[in-house]
């Protein structure tokens, strides 16, 4: 069994900052690429941000310069560092990993989603 489990959601006011991090645990033999996606009301889930395991990383054109992706191969976790924060990035924010288990299957895991508000 693999778990993503994310933490960090909270409600800011406009202009503020927030860090969510996503924690993979169970049985993981090595991880690939890492993201966050996210899901307004009414939207569809949109890419927010992905990193390899080698550190590459790709953004949404929306969060370019104010959102920071970044994970921790040694704790198996991902970091989301967002500043600026805007109303239109509230939504629920979750991550993904494609992970392969130590029984050399691979999968696409999500976690459960935490809850970002920006509001004043």
């Known amino acids: 069994q693999v778990q993503l489990v994310e933490s960090g959601g909270d409600l800011v006011q406009p202009g503020g900052s927030l860090r969510l991090s996503c924690a993979a645990s169970g049985s993981i033999f090595s991880i690939n690429y890492m993201g966050w996606y996210r899901r307004a009301p009414g939207k569809q889930r949109e890419l927010v941000a992905t990193?390899?395991?080698?550190?590459?990383?790709n953004y949404a054109d929306s969060v370019k310069g104010r959102f920071t992706i970044s994970r921790d191969n040694a704790k198996n976790t991902v970091y989301l560092q967002m500043n600026s924060l805007k109303p239109e990035d509230t939504a629920v924010y979750s991550c993904?990993?494609?992970?392969?288990?130590?029984?050399?299957?691979?999968?696409?895991?999500w976690g459960q989603g935490t809850q970002v508000t920006v509001s004043s």
């Open positions: 990193i390899t395991s080698g550190g590459t990383t």
């Open positions: 993904n990993a494609e992970i392969k288990t130590v029984g050399r299957s691979q999968y696409v895991f």
